[in-house]
Protein backbone atom coordinates (compact mmCIF):
# COMPACT_ATOMS: atom_id res chain seq x y z
CA UNK A 1 0.00 0.00 0.00
CA UNK A 2 1.38 3.39 -0.72
CA UNK A 3 2.25 6.47 1.82
CA UNK A 4 0.44 9.09 1.41
CA UNK A 5 3.78 11.13 1.35
CA UNK A 6 5.02 9.18 -1.46
CA UNK A 7 1.52 10.47 -3.42
CA UNK A 8 0.94 13.83 -2.45
CA UNK A 9 2.89 16.95 -0.68
CA UNK A 10 1.98 16.43 2.91
CA UNK A 11 4.10 18.90 4.09
CA UNK A 12 1.93 21.81 2.34
CA UNK A 13 3.47 24.80 4.92
CA UNK A 14 7.16 25.52 5.16
CA UNK A 15 6.17 28.79 7.73
CA UNK A 16 8.11 29.05 10.97
CA UNK A 17 8.35 31.69 13.86
CA UNK A 18 11.14 33.02 15.93
CA UNK A 19 11.70 32.01 19.49
CA UNK A 20 15.04 32.66 21.33
CA UNK A 21 16.57 33.43 17.72
CA UNK A 22 15.33 29.82 16.55
CA UNK A 23 13.09 29.02 13.86
CA UNK A 24 10.35 27.09 14.96
CA UNK A 25 8.46 25.17 12.13
CA UNK A 26 4.27 25.82 12.47
CA UNK A 27 1.43 24.94 10.36
CA UNK A 28 -2.38 25.37 10.96
CA UNK A 29 -4.54 21.98 10.15
CA UNK A 30 -7.01 20.19 11.65
CA UNK A 31 -4.92 19.15 14.44
CA UNK A 32 -3.94 22.98 15.16
CA UNK A 33 -7.86 22.54 16.78
CA UNK A 34 -7.51 20.35 19.08
CA UNK A 35 -4.23 21.95 20.08
CA UNK A 36 -5.57 25.24 20.89
CA UNK A 37 -8.50 24.01 22.59
CA UNK A 38 -6.43 21.35 25.26
CA UNK A 39 -3.91 24.76 25.21
CA UNK A 40 -6.98 27.15 25.87
CA UNK A 41 -8.86 25.11 28.43
CA UNK A 42 -12.63 25.67 26.14
CA UNK A 43 -13.30 24.78 22.72
CA UNK A 44 -12.24 25.94 19.66
CA UNK A 45 -15.15 27.77 19.42
CA UNK A 46 -15.37 29.49 22.23
CA UNK A 47 -11.58 30.42 21.88
CA UNK A 48 -12.48 32.03 18.88
CA UNK A 49 -15.24 33.32 19.81
CA UNK A 50 -12.87 35.10 22.90
CA UNK A 51 -10.27 36.21 20.36
CA UNK A 52 -12.85 38.03 18.23
CA UNK A 53 -13.99 40.08 20.82
CA UNK A 54 -9.54 40.70 21.69
CA UNK A 55 -8.98 41.63 18.01
CA UNK A 56 -11.88 44.29 18.14
CA UNK A 57 -10.39 46.28 20.97
CA UNK A 58 -8.70 48.55 19.90
CA UNK A 59 -5.74 48.80 23.12
CA UNK A 60 -4.84 45.46 24.68
CA UNK A 61 -3.98 45.36 28.00
CA UNK A 62 -1.84 41.97 28.47
CA UNK A 63 -3.88 40.26 31.47
CA UNK A 64 -4.08 36.39 32.25
CA UNK A 65 -7.14 36.10 29.90
CA UNK A 66 -5.34 37.64 27.07
CA UNK A 67 -1.79 35.95 27.44
CA UNK A 68 -3.77 32.50 27.55
CA UNK A 69 -5.20 33.34 24.45
CA UNK A 70 -2.19 34.42 22.50
CA UNK A 71 -0.46 31.22 24.14
CA UNK A 72 -3.05 29.01 23.40
CA UNK A 73 -2.97 29.67 19.35
CA UNK A 74 1.11 29.91 19.68
CA UNK A 75 0.97 26.82 21.21
CA UNK A 76 -1.70 25.24 18.47
CA UNK A 77 0.35 26.66 15.20
CA UNK A 78 4.23 25.05 16.88
CA UNK A 79 2.50 21.58 17.68
CA UNK A 80 1.15 21.71 14.49
CA UNK A 81 4.49 22.67 13.05
CA UNK A 82 5.19 19.18 14.15
CA UNK A 83 7.67 20.41 17.43
CA UNK A 84 6.48 18.71 21.00
CA UNK A 85 6.21 20.73 23.50
CA UNK A 86 3.37 21.79 26.24
CA UNK A 87 1.53 25.16 26.92
CA UNK A 88 3.70 26.03 30.26
CA UNK A 89 7.00 24.95 28.70
CA UNK A 90 6.10 27.08 25.34
CA UNK A 91 4.83 30.18 27.17
CA UNK A 92 7.93 29.96 29.61
CA UNK A 93 10.14 30.18 26.68
CA UNK A 94 9.01 32.98 24.63
CA UNK A 95 10.51 36.40 26.44
CA UNK A 96 8.27 39.29 26.84
CA UNK A 97 9.84 41.28 24.91
CA UNK A 98 9.04 38.54 21.76
CA UNK A 99 5.68 38.42 22.47
CA UNK A 100 4.74 40.39 20.12
CA UNK A 101 6.47 39.31 17.09
CA UNK A 102 6.10 35.74 17.80
CA UNK A 103 2.12 36.04 17.99
CA UNK A 104 1.80 38.16 15.08
CA UNK A 105 3.58 35.34 13.29
CA UNK A 106 1.29 33.07 14.84
CA UNK A 107 -1.32 35.17 13.50
CA UNK A 108 -0.18 35.10 9.87
CA UNK A 109 -0.73 31.55 9.91
CA UNK A 110 -3.88 31.49 10.73
CA UNK A 111 -5.29 34.17 9.46
CA UNK A 112 -3.54 32.69 6.25
CA UNK A 113 -5.29 29.11 6.33
CA UNK A 114 -8.04 29.35 8.82
CA UNK A 115 -11.68 29.44 6.69
CA UNK A 116 -14.48 31.52 8.18
CA UNK A 117 -18.19 31.06 7.62
CA UNK A 118 -18.60 33.65 4.77
CA UNK A 119 -15.62 32.01 3.16
CA UNK A 120 -17.29 28.73 2.65
CA UNK A 121 -20.52 30.60 1.59
CA UNK A 122 -18.44 32.68 -1.16
CA UNK A 123 -17.07 28.52 -1.92
CA UNK A 124 -20.71 27.92 -2.33
CA UNK A 125 -21.97 30.72 -4.07
CA UNK A 126 -19.03 30.41 -6.84
CA UNK A 127 -20.19 26.57 -7.00
CA UNK A 128 -23.91 27.51 -7.77
CA UNK A 129 -23.17 30.24 -10.47
CA UNK A 130 -21.56 27.76 -12.50
Same mark, same amino acid.
Given at each position: ????????????????????????? #???? =??? /???? @? +? @????? *??? *???? /??? /? =?? !?? $??? =??????????? /??? &??? !????? +? $? $?? +??? %? &???? *?????? #????????????? *??? +?????????? %???
Amino acid at each position: MAKLSDLINTKTDNKTITIQGVKIP #VNFN =MMT /LEYV @A +E @AYGKS *FSQ *FEKD /LNI /L =MK !RK $TVQ =MGTKELKLINS /LIY &GVV !RSGGT +E $T $TP +EEL %A &GSIG *FNEIQS #VWSDAMAVFNDSY *FQP +EDISKLKDNK %AKK
